[in-house]
């Protein structure tokens, strides 16, 4: 046995004797944190035909020495345990043994988005962070967190690539659902609870590493672009509000957090260079590692080397403000800058030819490296903690008691703008709209059509623009007005029924008109139809306050500063509002 093996050294003792048994390219393997897809059955994924993942994962593990994913898609528990397993074994049998981590996007909500979060499927379905904001409950987003570990450690993740904790203050901008909203303080002492929640008081066996993102602070995107796109690179402060959207992150650090994210954005008009995040030594190494005493994992968002195949399309590499830079130059520029690991690729090549030319040292990558090693001997993943047991996968996740917490919180979380004739009483004849009626059936009588009906029930999502490629078509983005035919055809059910309207906010939609005329409006941020109509019905109490304010046009939205929080003029509901029923 060498000494990294041993359980009993200390941890700083055996990450040094493993990082004197590497070979170069080993080292470069753990600079990466890339994709990985499973079979349905559990099996690993030993064929692949490019258009999401250019690698099989015994090429990743054995060829090319990456002990570091993400898992994409849903899947059973059972079968997640099963794979996980099975990675962990292929990677017990290369030369040294390194176990993988195994991280994911957010699973306990609504949005599916296979470049930022996963429907919940088998895990607890919870609302989106947005709504944990409405409610405002610290105590319950530890409660959350501290089950969102629990069916994690289950299946075998070990890294939560959130919470995301940017401050939503541009409404157009695609993110924001994942947020707690426009609120700096407030999601200061959420993401407090929410860092002791996944990890405990301390990182240990029982955690799961909080990588927080997205440093500095994502959300002032000029014209509320996504920075996923070339089009939407830049991030401006009009409003001179630079400093106010690091408040949650000193929280964040605070807390204890293990890793930092750094953003895509370009920022555009200040005293940092004008590159992305990820590239940015001003802004890693000056503010967050120097001045912040951020000593943990940087690993920046996926993909900013290398021009990727999603879908079939080809994605350039978001390299913002060092386009012209190769592939190896955009990768030196990334470790001077201060970055650990390097999100979504899978190039340790490239890496190797650095340091064989002189340009970044061993030891550059060395302190890289002994960051990454730390944190799996940490979290036990080279001693007990390496395999899981899918029998207990499949008993955690979506545990009774877990669902039905995430259950109530959906219900807290809605947040009625207008209340009208709630609560409902009786066995109203029901009309409904992107409502199940075999749901509605159990509070009142479902008709046919609106003229049969003494009152409808009507979901609606906030408004957005289609976008031409299969990703970014997941970026709802562009305009938050219902536009026409269909404000049209709203209005005219508004007119012929008392309606009961519920609106999906993933952004604050523009609606004065759907406000004045709905009987009653409800916003929900992931929220089932049991959970709206407990809510209407009087069975359950809503205790939602908006995370962010709802502006009263696309003009007003076009005027307002993008990093200034609530900005826009007469807002239509303003941030903070809701009413008790």
Known sequence: MH???????????????????????EKAGQLFHSMLMMNADGTPVTETDGSMLPFTTPELIEGRHLTHFNLLGTYGAREMALWHNAIQEM??????GIPVSLSTDPRHAFTDNIGASFNSGAFSAWPEALGLAAIADPELVFRFADTVRREYLSVGFRTALHPQIDLATEPRWARQSGTFGSDAKLTGE???????????EELGRDSVAAMVKHFPGGGPQKDGEDPHFPHGKEQIYPGGMREHHLEPFKAAIAAGCSQMMPYYGQPIGTDWEEVGFGFNKGVVTGLLREELGFTGIVCTDWGLLTDASIFGETHVARAW???????????????????????????????????????ISEARVDASVRRLLREKFVLGLFDERRYVDPGEAAETVGRADFTAAGAAAQRRSLTVLTDGPLPLSGRPKLYVESVDPAVAAAYGDVVATPAEADLAVLRLRTPYEERPNRFESFFHSGSLAFAEPELTRILALLTTVPTVVCVNLERPAVLPEIAERAAALIADYGASDEALLDVAFGRAKAEGRLPFEL?????????ARPDVPNDTKDPVFPHGHGLAI
């Open 190 to 200: 959420l993401v407090q609870a929410y860092v002791r929640g996944l990890q405990g």
């Open 551 to 559: 502006p009263r046009s696309m003009a007003a939205v076009e005027a």
């Open 3 to 25: 000494p990294y093996q041993d359980a009993t050294q200390p941890v700083a003792d055996r990450v040094e004797d493993l990082l004197s048994r590497m070979t170069l390219e």
């Open 321 to 359: 403000g060092v386009e012209h830079l190769s592939v190896a130059e955009r990768a030196a520029k990334s470790l001077d800058a201060g970055s650990d690991q390097f999100g979504g690729e899978q190039c340790p090549e490239v890496i190797v030819e650095l340091v064989e030319s002189g340009r």
């Open 91 to 96: 990677a017990a049998h290369t030369r040294l």
